[in-house]
């Protein structure tokens, strides 16, 4: 068994939770009592933690979650690789016209 994240909103750890239970992966979480903050605890540093019962589903647990991680900046980035249909030129999603022949980008669907 594998602790693979922790964080102080218990809500974040049981939307990852559920994320890795929908794929079959057994999981448990550890320490919810910390963030009910119902004042019979004590206050800690302890936040709630989401491990994974198997060793064996860790590589892909971690994997699933990575990208929830590392959310980049929304918008510009996210903008997909267009293709001219001009020039054949492959270019940016951050441009709105073909940067080789000034096509414009064709809808995006
Ligand atoms: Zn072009």
């Not at 594998?2 to 079959?24: C, M, P, T």
């Not at 929830?68 to 441009?95: I, K, M, N, R, Y």
């Amino acid at each position: 068994m594998r602790k693979i994240y922790e964080h102080a909103d218990y809500a974040v750890i049981g939307y990852y939770q559920s994320i890795l239970e929908d794929e079959g992966i057994l999981t448990l979480v550890k320490n919810v009592g910390a963030a009910m903050g119902t004042g019979e605890i004590p206050f800690t540093e302890v936040y709630p933690e989401l491990w994974v019962m198997n060793d064996s589903d860790y590589g892909r647990a971690e994997a699933m979650l990575a990208p929830l991680h590392h959310q980049g900046p929304p918008e510009a980035t996210t903008l997909p690789v267009w293709t001219c249909a001009s020039c054949g030129e492959t270019v940016d999603g951050d441009f709105g016209e073909c940067w080789n022949c000034g096509t414009e980008r064709p809808p995006i669907p």
